[in-house]
């Protein structure tokens, strides 16, 4: 049986802006550097699986600079903002990683998948989606 998580405090979600400054990375909007860089818009990161996984979805604008994300060979990275806890992919030996591996279509919709351990992120936490070398994007955890 898990460990119910502690309280959410008020703490994390007032220091998100700076984690935003800290990193070089704009806070979250619908389009901007992730449309720039990554060629994809509306990312969102949200709490799933009971807590085990953060969920992050994204729409792909711009196929040619998109594909550097569905790309197997580069590792994206989410930094939990108010700990500094980077998430990595789940390892699944047998199923894959937690992303497809596809050529990225436009407006088509698609996701990662990250591990979650002992449900450190909770809805509203702040976020940094690093991917290569492209600029890292802000985003809070639904």
């Given at each position: 049986m898990k460990p119910s998580p502690a309280p959410?405090?008020?703490?994390?979600?007032?220091?998100?802006?700076?984690?935003?400054?800290?990193?070089?990375?704009?806070?979250?909007?619908?389009?901007?550097p992730m449309d720039a860089a990554w060629g994809i818009a509306r990312a969102s990161a949200h709490v799933s699986a009971a807590g085990d996984k953060v969920d992050v979805?994204?729409?792909v604008r711009d196929p040619a600079k998109a594909a550097p994300v569905v790309n197997r060979q580069v590792l994206p990275a989410l930094v939990h903002g108010p700990s500094g806890t980077v998430l990595t992919l789940p390892a699944q030996r047998h199923v894959g990683g937690a992303r497809p591996a596809v050529k990225p279509e436009p407006g088509k919709t698609y996701f990662i998948l990250f591990e979650n351990p002992n449900a450190l992120v909770r809805p509203g936490?702040?976020?940094?989606?690093?991917?290569?070398?492209?600029?890292?994007?802000?985003l809070v955890a639904q």
């Amino acid at each position: 049986m898990k460990p119910s998580p502690a309280p959410p405090t008020l703490v994390p979600r007032l220091l998100a802006p700076l984690l935003f400054v800290a990193c070089g990375a704009s806070p979250p909007s619908p389009t901007g550097p992730m449309d720039a860089a990554w060629g994809i818009a509306r990312a969102s990161a949200h709490v799933s699986a009971a807590g085990d996984k953060v969920d992050v979805r994204y729409r792909v604008r711009d196929p040619a600079k998109a594909a550097p994300v569905v790309n197997r060979q580069v590792l994206p990275a989410l930094v939990h903002g108010p700990s500094g806890t980077v998430l990595t992919l789940p390892a699944q030996r047998h199923v894959g990683g937690a992303r497809p591996a596809v050529k990225p279509e436009p407006g088509k919709t698609y996701f990662i998948l990250f591990e979650n351990p002992n449900a450190l992120v909770r809805p509203g936490d702040a976020l940094m989606l690093r991917i290569g070398d492209a600029e890292p994007v802000a985003l809070v955890a639904q």
